[in-house]
Protein backbone atom coordinates (compact mmCIF):
# COMPACT_ATOMS: atom_id res chain seq x y z
CA UNK A 1 0.00 0.00 0.00
CA UNK A 2 1.20 3.50 -1.31
CA UNK A 3 1.21 6.21 1.26
CA UNK A 4 2.15 8.51 -1.69
CA UNK A 5 -0.80 10.20 -3.43
CA UNK A 6 -1.41 9.37 -6.24
CA UNK A 7 -1.17 13.19 -7.98
CA UNK A 8 2.44 12.93 -6.28
CA UNK A 9 2.95 9.68 -7.96
CA UNK A 10 2.03 10.39 -11.81
CA UNK A 11 4.51 13.16 -10.91
CA UNK A 12 7.89 11.07 -9.66
CA UNK A 13 6.65 8.58 -13.07
CA UNK A 14 6.62 11.38 -15.30
CA UNK A 15 9.85 12.89 -14.07
CA UNK A 16 11.15 9.41 -14.28
CA UNK A 17 10.20 8.82 -17.74
CA UNK A 18 11.60 12.52 -18.58
CA UNK A 19 14.75 11.52 -16.96
CA UNK A 20 15.05 7.86 -18.79
CA UNK A 21 14.03 9.97 -22.23
CA UNK A 22 17.48 12.35 -21.28
CA UNK A 23 19.50 9.13 -20.77
CA UNK A 24 18.69 7.47 -23.52
CA UNK A 25 19.07 10.27 -25.80
CA UNK A 26 22.53 10.82 -24.51
CA UNK A 27 23.13 7.20 -25.19
CA UNK A 28 22.18 7.46 -28.95
CA UNK A 29 24.54 10.49 -28.86
CA UNK A 30 27.61 8.50 -27.68
CA UNK A 31 26.71 5.63 -29.91
CA UNK A 32 26.34 8.30 -32.52
CA UNK A 33 29.87 9.51 -31.98
CA UNK A 34 31.24 6.00 -31.78
CA UNK A 35 29.82 5.14 -35.14
CA UNK A 36 31.29 8.44 -36.72
CA UNK A 37 34.82 8.07 -34.61
CA UNK A 38 37.69 7.91 -36.45
CA UNK A 39 40.78 8.28 -34.30
CA UNK A 40 43.21 8.93 -37.64
CA UNK A 41 40.79 11.34 -38.44
CA UNK A 42 43.12 15.09 -38.56
CA UNK A 43 42.52 16.93 -35.16
CA UNK A 44 43.57 20.48 -33.98
CA UNK A 45 46.95 19.91 -32.90
CA UNK A 46 47.07 19.03 -29.14
CA UNK A 47 48.29 23.37 -27.30
CA UNK A 48 46.23 25.06 -30.23
CA UNK A 49 43.08 26.38 -29.26
CA UNK A 50 40.44 23.42 -29.86
CA UNK A 51 42.99 21.12 -29.66
CA UNK A 52 41.88 17.44 -29.74
CA UNK A 53 38.74 18.92 -31.51
CA UNK A 54 37.98 17.16 -35.24
CA UNK A 55 39.18 18.82 -38.22
CA UNK A 56 39.06 18.66 -42.01
CA UNK A 57 42.58 19.43 -42.23
CA UNK A 58 42.34 22.59 -43.48
CA UNK A 59 43.66 25.90 -42.75
CA UNK A 60 40.82 25.62 -40.19
CA UNK A 61 42.67 23.67 -37.74
CA UNK A 62 45.52 25.80 -36.65
CA UNK A 63 45.39 28.67 -34.17
CA UNK A 64 48.27 28.42 -31.39
CA UNK A 65 47.62 28.93 -28.52
CA UNK A 66 47.21 31.35 -26.20
CA UNK A 67 49.44 33.68 -23.62
CA UNK A 68 52.42 32.79 -22.71
CA UNK A 69 53.86 33.10 -19.72
CA UNK A 70 56.74 35.91 -19.51
CA UNK A 71 59.17 33.53 -19.19
CA UNK A 72 60.08 30.59 -19.38
CA UNK A 73 57.52 28.16 -20.74
CA UNK A 74 54.27 28.78 -22.24
CA UNK A 75 51.23 26.93 -22.04
CA UNK A 76 48.98 24.51 -24.23
CA UNK A 77 45.62 23.60 -23.95
CA UNK A 78 44.95 19.53 -23.83
CA UNK A 79 41.49 18.61 -23.94
CA UNK A 80 40.31 21.72 -23.06
CA UNK A 81 42.43 22.20 -20.01
CA UNK A 82 45.61 24.25 -19.91
CA UNK A 83 48.79 23.39 -18.75
CA UNK A 84 52.19 25.07 -18.44
CA UNK A 85 54.58 23.94 -20.66
CA UNK A 86 58.60 23.90 -19.86
CA UNK A 87 60.31 24.82 -23.52
CA UNK A 88 61.26 20.96 -24.11
CA UNK A 89 57.68 19.98 -24.04
CA UNK A 90 56.73 22.55 -26.30
CA UNK A 91 59.02 21.51 -28.68
CA UNK A 92 58.28 17.58 -27.91
CA UNK A 93 54.90 17.83 -28.37
CA UNK A 94 54.89 19.60 -31.68
CA UNK A 95 57.33 17.28 -32.89
CA UNK A 96 55.83 14.27 -31.70
CA UNK A 97 52.36 14.85 -32.84
CA UNK A 98 53.75 16.29 -36.42
CA UNK A 99 55.40 12.70 -36.51
CA UNK A 100 52.37 10.65 -35.92
CA UNK A 101 50.33 12.38 -38.26
CA UNK A 102 52.58 11.82 -41.04
CA UNK A 103 53.01 7.90 -40.07
CA UNK A 104 49.17 7.49 -39.65
CA UNK A 105 48.21 9.25 -43.11
CA UNK A 106 51.27 7.33 -44.38
CA UNK A 107 49.53 4.01 -43.57
CA UNK A 108 46.15 5.24 -44.15
CA UNK A 109 47.38 5.91 -47.47
CA UNK A 110 47.74 1.42 -48.11
CA UNK A 111 45.60 0.20 -45.48
CA UNK A 112 42.41 2.93 -45.22
CA UNK A 113 40.63 1.71 -42.30
CA UNK A 114 43.75 1.31 -40.15
CA UNK A 115 43.80 3.75 -37.07
CA UNK A 116 45.51 3.76 -34.34
CA UNK A 117 43.86 2.63 -30.54
CA UNK A 118 42.37 5.58 -28.51
CA UNK A 119 44.23 6.18 -26.17
CA UNK A 120 43.39 7.85 -23.02
CA UNK A 121 45.65 10.14 -21.49
CA UNK A 122 46.12 13.58 -19.72
CA UNK A 123 48.47 16.11 -19.37
CA UNK A 124 51.33 17.48 -21.43
CA UNK A 125 53.37 13.79 -21.07
CA UNK A 126 50.53 12.28 -21.92
CA UNK A 127 49.82 13.87 -24.97
CA UNK A 128 53.30 13.52 -25.55
CA UNK A 129 52.85 9.44 -24.98
CA UNK A 130 49.84 9.42 -27.21
CA UNK A 131 51.49 10.72 -29.99
CA UNK A 132 54.59 8.43 -29.65
CA UNK A 133 52.20 5.22 -29.38
CA UNK A 134 50.20 6.59 -32.21
CA UNK A 135 53.73 6.80 -34.33
CA UNK A 136 54.91 3.44 -33.10
CA UNK A 137 51.72 1.97 -33.97
CA UNK A 138 51.81 2.87 -37.22
CA UNK A 139 55.24 2.37 -37.50
CA UNK A 140 55.00 -1.64 -36.91
CA UNK A 141 51.93 -1.28 -39.10
CA UNK A 142 54.18 -0.02 -42.26
CA UNK A 143 56.51 -2.46 -41.32
CA UNK A 144 53.75 -4.98 -41.32
CA UNK A 145 52.66 -3.65 -45.06
CA UNK A 146 56.06 -3.67 -46.11
CA UNK A 147 56.03 -0.14 -46.59
CA UNK A 148 59.07 2.36 -45.71
CA UNK A 149 58.46 5.04 -43.37
CA UNK A 150 57.40 8.29 -45.44
CA UNK A 151 60.67 9.65 -45.16
CA UNK A 152 60.62 12.56 -47.91
CA UNK A 153 63.98 14.23 -49.74
CA UNK A 154 66.67 16.08 -48.96
CA UNK A 155 66.00 19.48 -46.76
CA UNK A 156 66.20 21.36 -49.51
CA UNK A 157 63.56 19.99 -51.23
CA UNK A 158 61.45 20.60 -47.59
CA UNK A 159 62.38 23.84 -47.38
CA UNK A 160 62.80 24.86 -50.96
CA UNK A 161 59.73 23.16 -52.71
CA UNK A 162 59.91 23.95 -56.50
CA UNK A 163 63.30 26.04 -56.44
CA UNK A 164 61.14 28.52 -54.21
CA UNK A 165 62.00 29.13 -49.95
CA UNK A 166 59.15 28.72 -47.96
CA UNK A 167 57.67 31.10 -46.36
CA UNK A 168 58.14 34.67 -46.66
CA UNK A 169 61.66 36.38 -46.05
CA UNK A 170 60.73 38.18 -42.71
CA UNK A 171 60.93 41.83 -42.88
CA UNK A 172 64.92 42.89 -44.29
CA UNK A 173 66.54 39.57 -42.94
CA UNK A 174 68.40 37.85 -45.48
CA UNK A 175 66.66 35.08 -47.60
CA UNK A 176 67.89 32.45 -44.94
CA UNK A 177 65.74 33.68 -42.28
CA UNK A 178 61.89 32.58 -43.43
CA UNK A 179 58.87 33.04 -41.98
CA UNK A 180 56.11 30.68 -42.15
CA UNK A 181 52.21 30.48 -41.10
CA UNK A 182 51.63 27.68 -38.21
CA UNK A 183 49.57 25.65 -40.92
CA UNK A 184 53.15 25.76 -43.02
CA UNK A 185 55.20 25.12 -40.19
CA UNK A 186 53.16 22.02 -39.08
CA UNK A 187 53.38 20.98 -42.57
CA UNK A 188 57.24 21.34 -42.25
CA UNK A 189 57.78 19.35 -39.32
CA UNK A 190 55.87 16.78 -40.97
CA UNK A 191 58.05 16.23 -43.50
CA UNK A 192 61.22 16.60 -41.94
CA UNK A 193 60.42 13.95 -39.18
CA UNK A 194 59.67 10.94 -40.24
CA UNK A 195 62.72 8.52 -40.14
CA UNK A 196 64.56 11.54 -38.05
CA UNK A 197 66.56 10.33 -35.24
CA UNK A 198 66.66 12.47 -31.65
CA UNK A 199 70.64 13.44 -30.93
CA UNK A 200 72.01 15.18 -27.86
CA UNK A 201 72.16 19.11 -28.76
CA UNK A 202 74.99 20.98 -26.73
CA UNK A 203 74.36 22.18 -24.17
CA UNK A 204 72.96 25.79 -24.41
CA UNK A 205 70.54 25.06 -27.38
CA UNK A 206 67.31 25.77 -26.62
CA UNK A 207 65.79 22.80 -28.18
CA UNK A 208 66.44 19.05 -29.40
CA UNK A 209 67.97 18.31 -32.37
CA UNK A 210 67.04 15.60 -34.97
CA UNK A 211 69.22 13.77 -37.46
CA UNK A 212 67.69 12.56 -40.90
CA UNK A 213 68.16 9.05 -42.59
CA UNK A 214 70.34 11.03 -44.56
CA UNK A 215 72.79 12.43 -42.08
CA UNK A 216 71.53 16.37 -41.89
CA UNK A 217 70.71 17.69 -38.62
CA UNK A 218 67.73 19.84 -37.80
CA UNK A 219 66.80 21.82 -34.41
CA UNK A 220 63.74 22.79 -33.44
CA UNK A 221 63.49 25.12 -30.79
CA UNK A 222 61.06 27.74 -28.33
CA UNK A 223 62.00 30.93 -28.57
CA UNK A 224 60.10 33.37 -25.79
CA UNK A 225 59.04 35.87 -28.52
CA UNK A 226 59.16 33.72 -31.45
CA UNK A 227 57.43 30.61 -30.37
CA UNK A 228 59.09 28.19 -32.19
CA UNK A 229 61.76 27.82 -34.83
CA UNK A 230 63.62 25.00 -37.01
CA UNK A 231 67.28 25.49 -37.52
CA UNK A 232 69.05 23.89 -40.35
CA UNK A 233 72.10 22.91 -38.25
CA UNK A 234 73.61 20.55 -41.19
CA UNK A 235 72.75 20.53 -44.36
CA UNK A 236 75.06 21.21 -47.44
CA UNK A 237 73.22 22.42 -50.17
CA UNK A 238 74.19 26.27 -51.46
CA UNK A 239 70.67 27.92 -50.63
CA UNK A 240 69.35 25.69 -47.35
CA UNK A 241 72.51 25.10 -45.33
CA UNK A 242 73.70 25.96 -41.81
CA UNK A 243 72.08 28.64 -40.26
CA UNK A 244 68.74 28.71 -42.64
CA UNK A 245 66.13 29.47 -40.02
CA UNK A 246 62.04 28.84 -39.97
CA UNK A 247 60.40 30.79 -37.69
CA UNK A 248 56.59 30.17 -37.10
CA UNK A 249 54.67 33.30 -37.37
CA UNK B 1 86.40 51.68 -57.76
CA UNK B 2 85.35 49.04 -55.15
CA UNK B 3 85.66 45.50 -55.42
CA UNK B 4 83.36 44.87 -52.99
CA UNK B 5 82.37 41.31 -52.24
CA UNK B 6 78.91 40.36 -54.09
CA UNK B 7 76.60 37.31 -52.72
CA UNK B 8 77.28 34.65 -55.12
CA UNK B 9 73.49 33.74 -55.62
CA UNK B 10 71.76 36.97 -54.87
CA UNK B 11 74.17 39.06 -55.93
CA UNK B 12 73.49 41.67 -53.08
CA UNK B 13 77.05 43.34 -51.59
CA UNK B 14 78.57 42.56 -48.41
CA UNK B 15 77.91 45.92 -46.71
CA UNK B 16 73.99 45.19 -47.28
CA UNK B 17 74.36 41.65 -46.17
CA UNK B 18 76.05 42.61 -42.90
CA UNK B 19 73.08 45.08 -42.24
CA UNK B 20 70.40 42.15 -43.10
CA UNK B 21 72.08 40.23 -40.53
CA UNK B 22 71.66 42.06 -37.66
CA UNK B 23 67.64 42.59 -38.97
CA UNK B 24 66.89 39.74 -37.64
CA UNK B 25 67.59 41.08 -34.06
CA UNK B 26 64.12 42.25 -33.11
CA UNK B 27 62.78 38.73 -33.50
CA UNK B 28 65.58 36.35 -32.82
CA UNK B 29 68.79 36.31 -31.54
CA UNK B 30 71.59 35.94 -34.52
CA UNK B 31 74.33 33.07 -33.70
CA UNK B 32 78.00 32.74 -35.02
CA UNK B 33 76.84 29.88 -36.57
CA UNK B 34 74.65 31.82 -39.10
CA UNK B 35 77.37 34.38 -39.55
CA UNK B 36 80.57 32.18 -40.44
CA UNK B 37 78.60 30.23 -42.66
CA UNK B 38 76.91 33.08 -44.32
CA UNK B 39 80.10 34.34 -44.96
CA UNK B 40 81.98 31.34 -46.15
CA UNK B 41 79.42 30.01 -48.62
CA UNK B 42 77.45 33.23 -49.44
CA UNK B 43 79.94 35.04 -50.28
CA UNK B 44 82.49 32.46 -51.07
CA UNK B 45 85.05 34.66 -48.15
CA UNK B 46 87.76 32.75 -46.81
CA UNK B 47 90.64 33.70 -44.75
CA UNK B 48 91.29 37.63 -43.56
CA UNK B 49 88.32 38.37 -45.93
CA UNK B 50 86.14 35.43 -44.31
CA UNK B 51 87.55 37.25 -40.48
CA UNK B 52 86.82 40.82 -41.71
CA UNK B 53 83.02 39.97 -42.48
CA UNK B 54 82.60 38.22 -39.05
CA UNK B 55 84.29 41.74 -37.54
CA UNK B 56 81.44 43.32 -39.89
CA UNK B 57 78.58 41.71 -38.57
CA UNK B 58 79.49 41.26 -34.77
CA UNK B 59 80.29 45.42 -34.89
CA UNK B 60 76.54 45.79 -36.63
CA UNK B 61 74.79 43.76 -34.06
CA UNK B 62 76.68 45.33 -30.83
CA UNK B 63 75.39 48.91 -32.73
CA UNK B 64 71.84 47.98 -32.64
CA UNK B 65 72.31 46.69 -28.69
CA UNK B 66 73.04 43.59 -29.23
CA UNK B 67 75.20 41.24 -27.14
CA UNK B 68 76.79 38.78 -26.74
CA UNK B 69 74.85 35.54 -25.55
CA UNK B 70 74.85 31.39 -25.07
CA UNK B 71 71.57 30.14 -24.92
CA UNK B 72 70.45 28.62 -21.30
CA UNK B 73 69.52 25.63 -22.35
CA UNK B 74 66.46 23.51 -22.88
CA UNK B 75 65.05 23.33 -19.19
CA UNK B 76 66.97 26.89 -17.97
CA UNK B 77 65.46 29.29 -16.55
CA UNK B 78 66.74 31.54 -18.77
CA UNK B 79 66.69 31.66 -22.41
CA UNK B 80 69.93 33.84 -23.62
CA UNK B 81 72.95 34.07 -20.79
CA UNK B 82 75.27 37.19 -21.25
CA UNK B 83 79.02 36.64 -21.61
CA UNK B 84 80.40 39.80 -20.02
CA UNK B 85 83.80 37.87 -20.70
CA UNK B 86 84.49 39.26 -23.68
CA UNK B 87 84.46 42.78 -23.02
CA UNK B 88 82.07 45.76 -22.33
CA UNK B 89 83.38 48.02 -25.40
CA UNK B 90 82.37 46.80 -29.15
CA UNK B 91 86.06 47.05 -30.04
CA UNK B 92 87.23 44.88 -27.14
CA UNK B 93 84.23 42.22 -27.74
CA UNK B 94 85.06 42.11 -31.77
CA UNK B 95 88.24 41.28 -31.00
CA UNK B 96 87.95 38.80 -28.23
CA UNK B 97 84.94 36.64 -29.91
CA UNK B 98 87.08 36.67 -33.28
CA UNK B 99 90.22 35.45 -31.68
CA UNK B 100 88.17 32.62 -29.92
CA UNK B 101 86.82 32.07 -33.32
CA UNK B 102 90.01 31.93 -35.06
CA UNK B 103 91.70 29.91 -32.19
CA UNK B 104 89.16 26.86 -32.73
CA UNK B 105 89.89 27.02 -35.98
CA UNK B 106 87.21 29.46 -37.70
CA UNK B 107 85.24 26.94 -37.98
CA UNK B 108 81.43 26.98 -39.52
CA UNK B 109 80.08 26.77 -35.61
CA UNK B 110 76.82 25.36 -34.53
CA UNK B 111 74.19 26.83 -32.61
CA UNK B 112 76.03 25.57 -29.03
CA UNK B 113 77.91 28.44 -29.10
CA UNK B 114 78.50 32.28 -28.98
CA UNK B 115 74.66 34.38 -30.02
CA UNK B 116 73.83 37.69 -30.14
CA UNK B 117 70.76 38.50 -28.22
CA UNK B 118 69.40 41.84 -27.92
CA UNK B 119 70.25 43.04 -24.46
CA UNK B 120 66.70 42.98 -22.94
CA UNK B 121 66.74 40.00 -23.64
CA UNK B 122 69.72 38.61 -21.81
CA UNK B 123 70.01 37.64 -18.62
CA UNK B 124 73.01 38.78 -17.26
CA UNK B 125 74.66 36.74 -13.71
CA UNK B 126 75.72 39.26 -10.75
CA UNK B 127 79.55 39.38 -10.80
Known amino acids: MSFIPSRTQELLRARYALDAARLELKSLRVILALRRFNPAQPRVPAGRPGGGRWTDGGSARIERISARRPRNGGTRVIRGQTYETTPAQEVRLDVSSARARALVREVQRHDPNWRPRPSIYEGVEGEILANESAASQAAARLRELNRPEPVRGPMEEILMPNGQHVGMQHRSTDERTRTVTIWEFDNLLEALTPGSQSVQPPVGYRGLWYRRPDGTVFGVRRSENHSITIDVIQNRHPDVRNGYKVHQK | ?127
Not at chain 2, 96 to 125: I, M, Q, S, T, Y
Open chain 2, 1 to 127: MTTEPRHLRYGYPLSEWVKMVANELPIDAVGMWQIVPGGRHGFGLEGEALTDCVRRCIAELLSRGAVPVVGGGLEGEHEWIAQPQYGSKPDEIIENVVREWLANGAKDEDPGGLWFARRERAWFPRS
